[in-house]
């Protein structure tokens, strides 16, 4: 299979946003059933073998442990239990307001109650209804969502070998369902006071951090890419070089975002290098400008313990 496929955002656009909403919609469903963790990592998906799942949820919240699935490759929502039992249907055919009703029925007949808080989108660039009410996002092409799947599992192990390399705090590879981007984020120690940003933005960067990540685009932002950024910004970050040399700095929200084209990396002679190349070069950016021991963060090979034997 080739790696990096191409995915143009404008050949399944309506897709993308069907299954973005989709997302949302369970991702609310783990939010309100699992225990809140810090920077909000309770509440990603993670990538499986055969699409993206919720991960095993439910108990605290006195509901049996249960599990949402996409599935990618046949096209199902699978919604189970830890006790084997499991309700599933298929993902094409339906619109947001249409699954919304059938995730939640699926749930019930499994014996798990969720009570969603605000079953609406969240921090998406344009307005959308209430999931309940949403007929109108209902496009699902099977052949280019198992094409993004693929793509998710590509870069989701690029990101794990990149992660590989950082002793410190950090998260794990996860999907943040309501941008519907691959991250990963590596922390500092310092402490990051924001009386003035809204909850979620303030727990999610409670801490100094160098940010990476893979975005499929949107109307606004164009087509996928790779990207990373450090928060707080320190100065100078955009005057610090990055590899390979179609990655660019770009501004974002006020600051920088370094950034490479899907497109670019693809079309590299070696593209997984390439990626690699840029990771490297964006967390040198922006840890050497925070003032970070890079040389005391670093982990070659994912080994911390110097001179330990290979298994």
Known sequence: MELFPAIPFDQWRDTKTTVHLFCQ?????????????????????????????????????????????????????IASTVDGRAVSFPLPGHSVASFYRDVLEALEALGVQVDIADPTPFGLPEKHPPFAEDTGHASYDPVWMN??????????????EFAAGFSGKASPVHLFWHSFDLAHTRFSDRRIHQPAADPVTREAYSREVVSFGFWFGDDTGGDAAFYSYTAPE?????????????????????????????????????????????LDSAYHAGARRAGWNVDDLACPGGVTAAGSPGR
Request: aromatic share 8%; charged share 20%.
């Open 25 to 77: 919609v369970v991702g609310k469903i783990r939010l309100a059933a699992s225990p809140r963790r810090n920077h909000w990592w309770n509440v990603p998906f993670h990538v499986t073998g055969r699409g993206i799942t919720s991960r095993p949820t439910g108990l605290a919240d006195g509901n049996p442990i249960f599990t949402v699935d996409f599935d990618f490759v046949d096209h199902r929502l």
């Open 147 to 160: 094409r993004a799947w693929q793509v998710l599992s590509q870069v989701n192990l690029v990101l794990e």
């Open 234 to 278: 320190p100065a100078g970050l955009a005057e610090e070089p990055l590899h390979p040399t179609a990655a660019a700095w770009t501004t974002s929200g006020g600051g920088h975002l370094a950034l490479l084209r899907y497109q670019d990396a693809r079309t590299d002679p070696d593209p997984r290098s390439a990626v690699l190349a840029f």
